[in-house]
């Protein structure tokens, strides 16, 4: 049986590579620039030759690998058939077959970045121990990866899971990056939580730590621990829209388990006591039980759960 397998997380910048022993081992993790000039056309040629070297650095036989999992910033059906992947300049083409033709024949998996992170965290990360649960990324989006009876929720595209996108105000009049109105990620977000703060700022004279600085969801989440009364407000807005958004999910795939993770959840546990009040308040009451926990992989959840898309 092969022992080893190779996981590759592709960002916009940086394209995040390790080798693993099957059992989630890691053996090594390197990173490897994205380069996308020409509609992304040496992307995965790089990440090809860097396998390759990377089997010869440690003498790996290729019958010893199990294959590649790959996470990519676009939807990527069943068939590994990718469905654009602007931030790589890429169009509509077979992923794995075409990375396969690189590697002489090695196994090709690939999938959604975030969808593939949610596989990972439920691997070795937060959501160790199940095998029902919706992974949140709060990061400058919203991203999110559904996981039932321990697979991936792909959708026929590959478009499940973008929780994200989920319209949770009507009347917005800023735009998403989508190009709808009133997505959670509007809300939810890093920058999300940057604009509830700005308005609350804007629309009331109460004194704030806010007031002196530059607001990031950081100094926001900073200023909720040391009391702040009109931080606390933009956090209950922020919890709100999150919870309202995470119960309306739980109503169609009814999770063991949330796991969040992205930037904003370096604030801790302390989002917990926001978001679960709202869950509550709007969750059918069969989903009532969900846990939440923080998610533990970082920025290793990609290539832990691109590793785990080819054991599976």
């Known amino acids: 049986m092969a022992s080893y397998v190779f996981g590759i997380d592709v960002g916009g910048t940086t394209v995040k590579m390790g080798l693993f022993q099957n059992d989630g081992t890691v053996v ?27 089997m010869a650095e440690k003498h790996i036989d290729r019958k010893d690998v199990a294959g590649v999992g790959v996470g990519v910033p676009g939807p990527v059906d069943g068939q590994g058939i990718v469905h654009r992947a602007v931030n790589l300049g890429w ?8 990375l396969s033709g690189l590697l002489d024949g090695m196994v090709v998996k690939g999938g959604n970045d975030a969808n593939v992170a949610a596989l990972g965290e439920m691997w070795k990360g937060g959501g160790q121990g199940y095998s029902n649960l919706v992974a949140v990324t709060l ?13 991936i929720l792909t959708g026929a595209t590959g478009a499940g899971g973008e929780i994200g996108h989920i319209h949770i105000q009507d009347g ?25 703060a700005g308005r609350t700022l804007a629309a009331s004279d109460m004194d704030s ?14 200023a909720v621990k040391a009391g702040d009364a009109l931080a606390i407000s933009v956090a209950e807005q922020f919890g709100e829209y999150l919870g309202k958004g995470l119960a309306a999910i739980a109503g169609v795939v009814n999770p063991e388990i949330f796991v969040i993770g992205g930037g904003v959840s370096k604030a801790g546990e302390v989002l917990f006591q926001y978001i679960q009040p709202a869950y509550q308040k709007y969750v059918f009451h069969g989903s009532k039980d969900a846990k939440f926990a923080l998610a533990t992989l970082g ?7 691109a590793a785990k898309l080819v054991l599976e």
């Open 28 to 54: 090594d993790k390197w990173e490897i620039p994205t380069r996308t000039e020409n509609g992304g056309e040496k992307v995965l040629p790089d990440i090809a030759d860097a396998i390759l070297g990377k």
């Open 91 to 98: 169009g509509v083409f077979n992923m794995e077959e075409t």
């Open 139 to 151: 990061g400058t989006g919203v991203g999110g990866g559904i996981i039932i009876d321990g697979k």
């Open 172 to 196: 917005e009049t800023d735009q998403c990056g989508c190009g709808n109105y009133g997505c959670l990620e509007e809300y939810a977000s890093a920058t999300g939580v940057v604009r509830l």
């Open 209 to 222: 730590v806010l007031r002196a600085g530059e607001v990031s969801a950081k100094t926001v989440f900073d």
């Open 299 to 305: 920025n290793d959840a990609g290539i832990f759960g």
